[in-house]
């Protein structure tokens, strides 16, 4: 199998030591089922790698990896994230501080399509069409450039209704 492969990181180089509560909460996280397959899968490392662990110290490396069938890599990197943020980080996922691409429509362009949109539509035309709205607003310069498509998700964004 490919957990087999020589690892880049030193063996117990991040021992894993969880308290009794620590225990509990993971077990109950494996238990529950309501998390994600990753942070099952996390725990049930971190609970193999306790060296606190019923019935003996902690499993080696390849054991674990062998038995989760994970890489055998997967396993330190669960250890070094326990060792540098708790069992709590070394199974959630950090958030992003902002998003990968920045919103390209602000809140002042979605008001000023918006307004385009409830204003009479041009002559010879009965109402505004997605591509007209889109068009218009790169040309009185709201945004450099606009799809069709995003014009409709703003409307429709911006124009639902609550219910009642």
Same mark, same amino acid.
């Given at each position: 199998m490919?957990?087999?492969e020589k690892s880049t990181y030193a063996p117990d180089q991040n021992p894993v030591r969880l308290t009794v509560e620590e225990q509990a909460s993971l077990r109950a996280l494996i238990s529950k *089922?309501?998390?994600s397959a990753r942070a099952i899968r996390r725990a049930?490392? %971190?609970l193999a790698a306790d060296e606190n662990r019923p019935g003996g *110290?902690? %499993?080696k490396e390849l054991e674990i990896? /062998?038995?989760m069938q994970v890489h055998v890599n997967t396993?330190?990197?669960v250890r070094k994230a326990y060792a540098q943020q708790g069992w709590e980080g070394a199974i959630g996922r950090k958030k992003r501080a902002t998003p990968p691409v920045p919103p390209k429509v602000t809140g002042e362009v979605e008001a000023k399509i918006i307004a385009l949109s409830c204003s009479a539509p041009p002559s010879g035309r009965s109402r505004?069409? =997605?591509e007209l709205l889109a068009d218009r607003a790169v /040309? =009185?310069?709201y945004i450099d450039s606009i799809s069709h498509e995003t014009v409709r998700q703003v409307l429709k964004k911006r124009t639902q209704t609550s219910p009642s």
């Amino acid at each position: 199998m490919f957990q087999k492969e020589k690892s880049t990181y030193a063996p117990d180089q991040n021992p894993v030591r969880l308290t009794v509560e620590e225990q509990a909460s993971l077990r109950a996280l494996i238990s529950k *089922g309501h998390s994600s397959a990753r942070a099952i899968r996390r725990a049930q490392i %971190l609970l193999a790698a306790d060296e606190n662990r019923p019935g003996g *110290g902690s %499993l080696k490396e390849l054991e674990i990896a /062998e038995r989760m069938q994970v890489h055998v890599n997967t396993v330190y990197i669960v250890r070094k994230a326990y060792a540098q943020q708790g069992w709590e980080g070394a199974i959630g996922r950090k958030k992003r501080a902002t998003p990968p691409v920045p919103p390209k429509v602000t809140g002042e362009v979605e008001a000023k399509i918006i307004a385009l949109s409830c204003s009479a539509p041009p002559s010879g035309r009965s109402r505004w069409t =997605l591509e007209l709205l889109a068009d218009r607003a790169v /040309e =009185l310069k709201y945004i450099d450039s606009i799809s069709h498509e995003t014009v409709r998700q703003v409307l429709k964004k911006r124009t639902q209704t609550s219910p009642s």
